[in-house]
């Protein structure tokens, strides 16, 4: 038998009686998956109130029932108003020395990637701790499922930092604008694209945070 494989599936989120999308990701955590994508997405605005979130018994359908979601054509392109963080805020968490306990807290959080080698690993950084770890095959569904775990947990984005393994894309800063998260720290770069939301949106981005030399994206700079 051969190493043991990430897991992936195909999910259905649904709201009333209609299909709302369908999600190749890792069957865990699907309530969070399905707030932080609302966010994510600008279904509903970050500080909205949710119905109770359903996850059928076989693990491939996300319900829910919730009258206030946006349409597509209402939806936002970034957080209307920017983030604002203190410096130190987000110097301190870009100190290599802050960081490296950080990556280890977050892989030691976690299952699948020592088991698999193949998902993509984020963290909710509160008061200098790692206090969330979610894994997942996309790196869009780790931010969801980020963001949803906050709402879950009664935390503010706006006071927590963001750990990743992955790249930071355009889909994804606009996930993180749209939730209000002030700085995240990735294993990767962003892109071109990703960059210039995040200054519009005011969230700061470390590149190649877990090296000797992270590359900091700093909102006006």
């Known amino acids: 038998m051969g190493a043991p494989l990430a897991p992936e599936v195909e999910v259905e989120f649904r709201c009333g009686g209609s299909s709302v999308t369908r999600w190749l990701c890792t069957p865990e ?3 969070d998956l399905a707030a932080g994508w609302l966010v994510g997405e600008g279904r509903i605005g970050a500080g909205d109130r949710l119905e109770a979130i359903l996850v059928d018994a076989d693990g ?4 829910i029932e919730h009258s206030g979601l946006r349409s597509a054509d209402e939806v936002t392109p970034i957080k209307a108003e920017p983030v604002r963080a203190e410096a130190e805020f ?13 990556w280890s807290q ?6 699948l990637r020592e088991q698999t080698g193949g998902v993509h690993t ?6 200098g701790q790692v206090r969330t770890v979610r894994e997942d095959v996309s790196r869009h569904c780790v931010i969801d499922k980020l963001v949803g775990a906050a709402r879950h947990e009664g935390l503010r984005l706006e006071d927590c930092q963001i750990l990743l393994t992955g790249r930071v894309s355009s889909a994804i800063a ?8 002030p700085v995240v720290a990735t294993m990767s770069v962003p892109t071109t694209l990703a960059a210039s939301i995040a200054d519009r949106a005011g969230i700061t981005i470390i590149g190649r945070a877990r090296g000797p030399n992270p590359h900091i ?5």
């Open 29 to 31: 955590h699907l309530d």
């Open 174 to 181: 606009t996930k993180l604008a749209r939730a209000g998260v």
């Open 90 to 102: 987000v110097d301190g968490f870009a100190d290599p020395t802050r960081l490296r306990p950080l």
């Open 217 to 221: 994206y700093r909102p006006g700079v």
């Open 60 to 63: 491939t359908t996300v319900r």
């Open 122 to 127: 984020g963290a909710l950084v509160v008061d």
């Open 106 to 111: 977050m892989f030691a959080g976690g299952h």
